[in-house]
């Protein structure tokens, strides 16, 4: 059974980091493009940045762009996403995805694994 397990959320004044991460089982993703969305409340699901197999091209969502990284790590088969200078805005649940194919992707319709989300919560 594929599972992907998101954690690090949490509670954040504005201002602050939060570092989430994501711990794949039941397959590896080494071979695979994967991403991060997210849904603030009340809104639908959105892109959050993405990677693709071995790291070499990332892209991200203008919104969070200079301010997030995505990273991920093929030996743990493992996805990272570091936030900074957090805003209100950037509060949503989080979710870890991956996809078939080795590029990365904005489209949330191209994901086939989705983890069950984590919340991030920034207070001003």
């Known amino acids: 059974q594929v599972q992907l397990v998101e954690s690090g959320g949490g509670l954040v004044q504005t201002g602050g980091s939060l570092r989430l991460s994501c711990a794949a089982s039941?397959?590896?993703?080494?071979?695979?493009?994967m991403g991060w969305f997210r849904q603030p409340p009340g809104k639908e699901r959105e892109f959050v940045a993405t990677?693709?197999?071995?790291?070499?091209?990332?892209r991200y969502a203008d919104s969070v762009l200079g301010r997030f990284t995505i990273s991920r790590d093929n030996v743990k088969n493992t996805l990272d996403l570091e936030m900074n200078s957090l805003k209100s805005e950037d509060t949503a649940v989080y979710y870890c995805?991956?996809?078939?194919?080795?590029?990365?992707?904005?489209?949330?319709?191209?994901?086939?694994?989705w983890g069950q989300g984590t919340q991030v919560t920034v207070s001003s």
């Open positions: 990677i693709d197999w071995n790291g070499g091209r990332t």
């Open positions: 039941g397959r590896t993703f080494s071979s695979n493009g």
């Open positions: 995805a991956g996809k078939f194919g080795a590029s990365g992707s904005a489209m949330s319709g191209e994901y086939y694994y």
